[in-house]
């Protein structure tokens, strides 16, 4: 009777064990994989990295000696702010955004040949020595105005170059500002409100030049018209306006004395009344 009480006891306290330890083990066999993120397993006993195979979003499970190393595989983005030189020596700063991915299929080769920590290992080093390698190709006013696109661009294929080797993908180089030396910064402000006020000046010449063309081609219209109405004006025309307009005098009904033939030309003179 004994013996039957204490073996259900044993069951009981077999029972209980295997119930508390259910929820320890599940949780010990899997990896919750989030939203935008890769993984790569690791097989402690199995040959190390798991080549080939690339788990997705979710709960992946796995033996509890195993392990998988989620990468997020999102765009991101790093900031650095950099020193370089021009190509005439000047100490330049370049605040830079770097937008970088991991290559989701090849995270098993970036797990075995860099690691999660690829970002400063391989990203940031390459970032800084390709910058100051395009930047000392260029004048300080270039980096400042004309060609910042230009050298982003130069940075950018740089980069997606060196990063492809490492499994990585370059989205994009932005760069956000560029600080120059105040005597350069000085200098170079100078320079454009000089080209701004010459190129006003032309504007104004240009304007002066054009109105006096104006004036002189409607000078020279005036000297045209006045020499065909000469030559057209003879001395019979002009008497023959004269007495038109006489005639036209006559009939309007303001009080006036016309005089026949005593003007010079034969024409009448016209003493005007009220």
């Not at 600080?179 to 240009?206: C, G, H, S, W, Y």
Request: net charge positive; with cysteine; charged share 25%.
């Amino acid at each position: 009777m004994l013996k039957t009480h204490h073996r259900k006891a044993i069951k009981v306290v077999v029972a209980m064990a295997l119930l508390f330890s259910i929820p320890l083990l599940t949780t010990g066999c899997g990896t919750q994989v989030p939203s935008g993120h890769h993984g790569v397993k690791y097989l402690k006993f199995g040959g190390g990295t798991e080549m080939g195979k690339i788990y997705g979003e979710g709960f992946q499970w796995h033996l509890p000696w195993n392990s998988i190393y989620v990468y997020r595989t999102q765009t991101q983005e790093t900031k650095e702010t950099l020193n370089v030189l021009s190509s005439d020596g000047a100490t330049i700063a370049l605040d830079v955004s770097v937008w970088y991915r991991p290559i989701a299929p090849k995270l098993d080769s970036l797990q075995v040949t860099i690691g999660p920590r690829y970002m400063d290992i391989v990203i940031n080093p390459a970032l800084r020595g390709i910058a100051r390698g395009t930047v000392g190709l260029y004048k300080p006013e270039e980096i400042y105005s004309s060609k910042r696109e230009q050298i982003a661009t130069e940075i950018r294929e740089g980069m997606r170059e060196q990063m492809a080797k490492r499994f990585i993908e370059i989205d994009d180089v932005i760069i956000r500002d560029v600080t120059l030396p105040k005597k350069i910064t000085d200098a170079i402000n100078e320079k454009l409100a000089a080209d701004q006020e010459q190129q006003r000046m032309e504007f104004v010449l240009l304007k002066e030049t054009q109105e006096a063309e104006r004036k002189r081609i409607e000078a020279q219209g005036i000297s045209d018209f006045q020499k065909i109405v000469s030559s057209g004006l003879t001395q019979n025309l002009l008497k023959w306006k004269g007495i038109e307009a006489t005639e036209k005098l006559s009939n309007s009904p303001n009080a006036k004395v016309v005089v026949i033939g005593s003007a010079k030309d034969g024409l009448p003179l016209i003493l005007g009344g009220n």
